[in-house]
């Protein structure tokens, strides 16, 4: 069973870069049915999606971040990693990676996310 | 950016009572792309529904889904324990942004 777990510091000073990392275990990060997302959500606030990143290494960005956010694979660690750039306090939230899946075909296209880590928060604060 | 707005915030029933979840998208979106999920307290989302209506593997028949252009429903019909939780929907697919809604809570009455 897949599982995924998010590291990184719990604390980045504002206008700097925020890294996280996310493991993958049980499974192989390289997987032409999966490809693999970032998502946050700021305390009492909606759920946010950051981006995400597919087995040949081509990424979608919110637009909202596009400016500042990069994602990126280590497949010899079996690990993909987010990078924020110029933080400030409303980059504060909780952070997840998550395994998404698409199928398709002449008659359908589905996409979900079947596996969430746990969540790390990060706070934004000098 | 497509906007999600679920309703009721909150549902308030009982055991074995039947629960009607509402979806409304701001622009009418490709229900292949539409997804739900049930969350408790401290757990990690699971996977309900994805297609609109299509439950994931091992999800009980008891949760259905339905809908279409700006309207999609998720439909408990006799809410058992286990199921007082926090329902999500959201719009996946294949071009960014992805959102999703603020969330149900279906809390024991």
């Known amino acids: 069973q897949v599982q995924l777990q998010e590291s990184g510091p719990g604390l980045v000073k504002p206008s700097q870069t925020l890294s996280l990392i996310c493991t993958v275990s049980?499974?192989?990060?390289?997987?032409?049915?999966?490809?693999w997302s970032w998502i946050r959500q700021p305390a009492g606030k909606g759920r946010e999606w950051i981006g995400r990143i597919f087995g040949n290494g081509k990424t979608n960005y919110n637009p909202s971040l596009e400016s500042r956010v990069t994602i990126s694979v280590d497949t010899s660690k079996n690990q993909f990693s987010l990078m924020l750039s110029s933080v400030t306090a409303a980059d504060t939230a909780v952070y997840y990676c998550?395994?998404?899946?698409?199928?398709?075909?002449?008659?359908?296209?589905?996409?979900?996310?079947?596996?969430w880590g746990q969540g790390t928060t990060v706070t934004v604060s000098s | 950016e497509i906007v999600l707005t679920q309703s009721p915030g909150t549902l308030s029933l009982s055991p074995g009572e039947r629960a009607t979840l509402s979806c409304r998208a701001s622009?009418?979106?490709?229900?292949?792309?539409l997804v739900w999920y049930q969350q408790k307290p401290g757990q990690a989302p699971r996977l309900l529904i994805y297609?609109?209506?299509s439950r994931a593997t091992g999800i009980p028949d008891r949760f259905s889904a339905s809908g279409s252009g700006t309207d999609f429903t998720l439909t408990i019909s006799r809410l058992e324990p286990e199921d007082f939780a926090v329902y999500y929907c959201?719009?996946?697919?294949?071009?960014?942004?992805?959102?999703f809604g603020g969330g149900t809570k279906v809390e024991i009455k």
């Open positions: 959201q719009h996946h697919g294949s071009s960014p942004p992805l959102t």
């Open positions: 049980g499974g192989s990060l390289i997987s032409s049915s999966y490809y």
């Open positions: 998550t395994r998404d899946w698409a199928v398709s075909s002449p008659y359908y296209s589905y996409y979900a996310t079947d596996v």
């Open positions: 297609g609109a209506s």
């Open positions: 622009q009418s979106v490709n229900s292949d792309y």
